[in-house]
């Protein structure tokens, strides 16, 4: 099942035969995603730091020259799986670090739910995986298969994004110019994640749209940005008639979030995100028991432990919005998810690796 990726292995291992460059700094990332997110801040601060050389990998491209360069780096980030790294080996200088994309824990993933055996083999040749939290370490450890005494829990990079000096009035006014919205109208930013059952991923099937503008038009505009699973295989048949924006193909999701004034979502993680912008999230869970009994599961307790109301219909939904969102849970919730907030995630890590977490001679 594995071959292709031993055989990737064993090619990677020829070059680690060669001396690592100790300014050499290589990212691991797929080609139809732009450089952006945890890695390219960790870049940025390694700029900030010294002279040093990147070398982007793309998991999906073979090139012998950039293969070479990963396999002599003195430092190589992941921002996601990358299994042939279970049959790579590493000079004891070089250090493998996992970012992780997302942040906290809320869904069940990787080795909470499969693939036990490759995720070991995986983390025995990762170093450090950096995470958002020490309340979480159990999670990250059984998700990634890894010991405990590799998580550190540093913050998420992507996260520093927040707390840079947007001109989020600049912003929202070529937002309303784009999709011609009134600048009085409040941004109620709804992301619905994927579901394996497709029953329920035409969202339009329970959330009524002419009776949600009906009541709520006035104030609000509804702004939908899908998953890119339902986007790509189920998008015909949400395509509605109706007063919404479709953001599902906007370039920076940050940026909505930044823009939203509300978040509904059900069961997505981008919640842990936008929670630190202290704004109020609802959780629209029309097939909540479904998911419960047939989807993957959650770390967290979800009727007890989200930062915001859960509704099971669009009546509730509305309800929720006109009388207003309790939020009081948030902050409890923000302290078990975090242990920073405060924009220095990238120079936590780069500081981390350079300093304690690199392998000197």
């Not at 990737?8 to 020829?14: E, P």
């Not at 309340?135 to 540093?154: M, R, T, V, W």
């Not at 001109?167 to 619905?192: A, C, H």
């Not at 939020?327 to 500081?351: M, P, Y």
């Given at each position: 099942?594995?071959?292709?990726?031993?055989?990737?292995?064993?090619?990677?291992?020829?070059?680690?035969?060669?001396?690592?460059?100790?300014?050499?700094?290589?990212?691991?990332?797929?080609?139809?995603?732009?450089?952006?997110?945890?890695?390219?801040?960790?870049?940025?601060?390694?700029?900030?730091?010294?002279?040093?050389?990147?070398?982007?990998?793309?998991?999906?491209?073979?090139?012998?020259?950039?293969?070479?360069?990963?396999?002599?780096?003195?430092?190589?980030?992941?921002?996601?799986?990358?299994?042939?790294i279970a049959f790579m080996k590493f000079k004891d200088e070089t250090s493998v670090i996992q970012l992780w994309h997302a942040p906290g824990a809320f869904k069940k993933f990787g080795g909470s739910v499969e693939n036990k055996d490759m995720l070991k083999l995986i983390s025995d040749n990762t170093d450090f995986l950096i995470v958002t939290s020490k309340n979480i370490e159990n999670y990250y450890s059984e998700a990634f298969q890894i010991d405990k005494s590799k998580i550190k829990p540093l913050g998420l990079p992507r996260a520093d994004y927040y707390f840079k000096n947007h001109d989020v009035d600049g912003l929202r006014e070529k937002f309303n110019k784009k999709f011609n919205i009134s600048p009085d109208k409040k941004i109620i930013l709804y992301t619905?994640?994927?579901?394996?059952?497709?029953?329920?991923?035409?969202?339009?099937?329970?959330?009524?749209?002419?009776?949600?503008?009906?009541?709520?038009?006035?104030?609000?505009?509804?702004?939908?940005?899908?998953?890119?699973?339902?986007?790509?295989?189920?998008?015909?048949?949400?395509?509605?008639?109706?007063?919404y924006i479709d953001c599902s193909n906007y370039k920076n999701e940050q940026e909505l979030l930044l823009l939203a004034d509300i978040l509904i979502t059900d069961y997505s993680s981008i919640m842990i995100e936008f929670a630190m912008l202290s704004k109020p999230i609802i959780f629209f869970a029309y097939d909540l028991e479904n998911y419960l009994n047939n989807e993957r599961g959650f770390y967290l307790n979800y009727k007890k432990d989200l930062p915001g109301p859960i509704v099971y219909n669009d009546d509730e939904l509305i309800t929720v919005i006109r009388e207003g969102i309790d939020i009081s849970n948030l902050n409890s919730f923000l302290k078990t998810q975090f242990d920073f907030i405060d924009g220095h995630a990238s120079e936590r890590v780069v500081d981390f690796v350079i300093n304690e977490g690199g392998k000197n001679e």
């Amino acid at each position: 099942m594995y071959l292709k990726h031993k055989i990737f292995g064993s090619i990677f291992n020829i070059f680690a035969k060669f001396p690592i460059q100790d300014n050499m700094i290589s990212f691991v990332i797929d080609s139809n995603e732009s450089f952006s997110g945890n890695l390219e801040y960790i870049k940025n601060e390694f700029e900030k730091k010294g002279q040093y050389k990147f070398n982007f990998y793309y998991k999906d491209k073979i090139s012998f020259s950039s293969l070479k360069k990963l396999a002599t780096s003195k430092y190589v980030f992941l921002n996601d799986n990358f299994f042939p790294i279970a049959f790579m080996k590493f000079k004891d200088e070089t250090s493998v670090i996992q970012l992780w994309h997302a942040p906290g824990a809320f869904k069940k993933f990787g080795g909470s739910v499969e693939n036990k055996d490759m995720l070991k083999l995986i983390s025995d040749n990762t170093d450090f995986l950096i995470v958002t939290s020490k309340n979480i370490e159990n999670y990250y450890s059984e998700a990634f298969q890894i010991d405990k005494s590799k998580i550190k829990p540093l913050g998420l990079p992507r996260a520093d994004y927040y707390f840079k000096n947007h001109d989020v009035d600049g912003l929202r006014e070529k937002f309303n110019k784009k999709f011609n919205i009134s600048p009085d109208k409040k941004i109620i930013l709804y992301t619905p994640t994927f579901r394996e059952d497709k029953l329920y991923n035409n969202v339009f099937n329970y959330l009524d749209l002419k009776k949600f503008n009906e009541q709520l038009a006035d104030d609000y505009v509804l702004a939908l940005r899908l998953h890119p699973k339902i986007k790509n295989f189920y998008s015909e048949d949400i395509s509605v008639d109706g007063d919404y924006i479709d953001c599902s193909n906007y370039k920076n999701e940050q940026e909505l979030l930044l823009l939203a004034d509300i978040l509904i979502t059900d069961y997505s993680s981008i919640m842990i995100e936008f929670a630190m912008l202290s704004k109020p999230i609802i959780f629209f869970a029309y097939d909540l028991e479904n998911y419960l009994n047939n989807e993957r599961g959650f770390y967290l307790n979800y009727k007890k432990d989200l930062p915001g109301p859960i509704v099971y219909n669009d009546d509730e939904l509305i309800t929720v919005i006109r009388e207003g969102i309790d939020i009081s849970n948030l902050n409890s919730f923000l302290k078990t998810q975090f242990d920073f907030i405060d924009g220095h995630a990238s120079e936590r890590v780069v500081d981390f690796v350079i300093n304690e977490g690199g392998k000197n001679e």
